[in-house]
């Protein structure tokens, strides 16, 4: 039986879980768009994510989804529209700033640093957290052995979430391809997110990996309270946990609504299939 709940209408019109119903989405974006000279690659983007929502955007290939989180995380400025986190308006932010806000964000290529232990691949996402004057730690000062110590305890916690701790001294690029993406969504984690975003997490996996995905993702939702928006081609992964789904085609929203409301859109399976001859 699926765990997924209902969703439900906000005044806004947008749909989110019924238990994100009585407070404010994590993410409100309204009419986002973006021209690359005279060339629309995304219009009158709008969506609101709740506060624990899994949610779903999918699309033909080319159809603009990885343009939405680069606008997203702000490796591009819109051209138009407005996004906000946790009710904050993103426009003045940069990349770096956007994740310090609560956005974090995986990609479909894993970007390791394969030559790093699985420890320091985790610390190194807890840079928003451990902190330290620039002198303490040229001079190794107290400061800098606690703060160490403080990483290492946080990046261990995290690797204890996927049973990995034991990995925690090995090579990041010595790992099997789905305990890479573990530690990917667990370095993300150690940005202390609001919002991950997950580009195409299951490319390149088999079944069971993508099953033991499917449980991660799950898992990372369940235990952090957060919401995560992934961007996925597997539908049977795609239907199985995400409880909104957005379709976009040619850089615009053509439909919104729960896993059974969009397998049967016309203009879905249209967009997926091409339109049926006369």
Same mark, same amino acid.
């Given at each position: 039986?699926?765990?997924?709940?209902?969703?439900?209408?906000?005044?806004?019109?947008?749909?989110?879980?019924?238990?994100?119903?009585?407070?404010?989405? %994590?993410?409100?974006?309204?009419?986002?768009?973006?021209?690359?000279?005279?060339?629309?690659?995304?219009?009158?983007?709008?969506?609101?994510?709740?506060?624990?929502?899994?949610?779903? /955007?999918?699309?033909?290939?080319?159809?603009?989804?990885?343009?939405?989180?680069?606008?997203?995380?702000?490796?591009?400025?819109?051209?138009?529209?407005?996004?906000?986190?946790?009710?904050?308006?993103?426009?003045?932010?940069?990349?770096?700033?956007?994740?310090?806000?609560?956005?974090?964000?995986?990609?479909?290529?894993?970007?390791?640093?394969?030559?790093?232990?699985?420890?320091?691949?985790?610390? %190194?996402? @807890?840079?928003?957290?451990?902190?330290?004057?620039?002198?303490?730690?040229?001079?190794?000062?107290?400061? +800098?052995?606690?703060?160490?110590?403080?990483?290492?305890?946080?990046?261990?916690?995290?690797?204890?979430?996927?049973?990995?701790?034991?990995?925690?001294?090995?090579?990041?690029?010595?790992?099997?391809?789905?305990?890479?993406?573990?530690?990917?969504?667990?370095?993300? /984690?150690?940005?202390?997110?609001?919002?991950?975003? @997950?580009?195409?997490?299951?490319?390149?996996?088999?079944?069971?990996?993508?099953?033991?995905?499917?449980?991660? %993702?799950?898992?990372?939702?369940?235990? +952090?309270?957060?919401?995560?928006?992934?961007?996925?081609?597997?539908?049977?992964?795609?239907?199985?946990?995400?409880?909104?789904?957005?379709?976009?085609?040619?850089?615009?929203?053509?439909?919104?609504?729960?896993?059974?409301?969009?397998?049967?859109?016309?203009?879905?399976?249209?967009?997926?299939?091409?339109?049926?001859?006369?």
């Amino acid at each position: 039986m699926s765990d997924k709940t209902r969703m439900v209408p906000l005044p806004s019109k947008a749909i989110v879980p019924e238990r994100d119903a009585l407070e404010r989405p %994590i993410l409100e974006v309204s009419r986002l768009g973006i021209n690359f000279g005279g060339l629309v690659a995304v219009e009158d983007f709008n969506i609101a994510v709740g506060r624990t929502e899994i949610c779903g /955007l999918i699309g033909p290939n080319g159809a603009g989804k990885t343009t939405i989180f680069n606008l997203l995380t702000k490796v591009y400025q819109p051209t138009s529209g407005a996004i906000l986190l946790d009710g904050q308006d993103t426009a003045s932010m940069n990349t770096v700033q956007v994740n310090q806000a609560g956005i974090a964000r995986t990609f479909q290529n894993i970007r390791l640093f394969p030559s790093l232990s699985v420890e320091d691949n985790v610390k %190194i996402g @807890l840079h928003n957290q451990v902190r330290y004057p620039l002198i303490t730690g040229v001079f190794r000062l107290p400061g +800098f052995f606690r703060a160490e110590r403080q990483a290492k305890d946080q990046a261990m916690e995290l690797l204890s979430i996927f049973d990995m701790t034991d990995l925690a001294s090995k090579k990041a690029g010595s790992l099997p391809y789905g305990a890479q993406r573990r530690l990917e969504f667990l370095r993300a /984690l150690a940005t202390n997110p609001k919002l991950l975003l @997950l580009d195409e997490p299951a490319a390149g996996m088999n079944p069971s990996e993508t099953e033991e995905l499917m449980a991660s %993702i799950k898992k990372i939702r369940d235990r +952090f309270q957060i919401a995560i928006m992934l961007i996925e081609h597997d539908m049977r992964l795609v239907m199985g946990i995400c409880e909104g789904i957005a379709v976009i085609n040619y850089g615009k929203i053509i439909a919104k609504g729960t896993a059974s409301e969009i397998q049967d859109n016309p203009e879905v399976i249209e967009a997926y299939l091409g339109k049926k001859k006369e």
